[in-house]
């Protein structure tokens, strides 16, 4: 079983900034991509920014210049700038890749940590 574990949400002024977190544990898993994605209320869940093993990086366009990926072995990390209202939302962390001890491709999702800008 491979797990992800997010941390960092939290409430922020408008202007302010905040970084995410996240660990993959469990298994060993040779990570494919990594990402972010968010899911405001009555809203679906969106892309926020994704990294791949090779370091091709991909972000919504409502966050570029903002937000930054980044990945450290097991963790991957978003650094929020700027943060606006319009980017509260239910955080969640992604990972594929490949068990390496059954060869298994997965799929997994956090679950979730509640970011929310306001003044």
């Known amino acids: 079983q491979v797990h992800v574990v997010e941390s960092g949400g939290g409430l922020v002024q408008p202007g302010g900034s905040l970084e995410l977190s996240c660990e993959i544990s469990?298994?060993?898993?040779?990570?494919?991509?990594m990402g972010w994605y968010r899911q405001a209320p009555g809203k679906q869940r969106d892309l926020v920014a994704t990294?791949?093993?090779?370091?091709t990086t991909n972000y919504a366009d409502s966050v570029k210049g903002r937000f930054t990926i980044s990945r450290d072995n097991a963790k991957v990390y978003l650094q929020m700038n700027s943060l606006k209202p319009e980017d509260t939302a239910v955080y969640y962390c992604?990972?594929?890749?490949?068990?390496?001890?059954?060869?298994?491709?997965?799929?997994?999702w956090g679950q979730g940590t509640l970011v929310t800008v306001s003044s």
């Open positions: 469990g298994s060993i898993f040779s990570v494919h991509a």
């Open positions: 992604h990972a594929r890749g490949v068990v390496i001890t059954t060869s298994q491709y997965l799929e997994v």
């Open positions: 990294l791949t093993s090779g370091g």
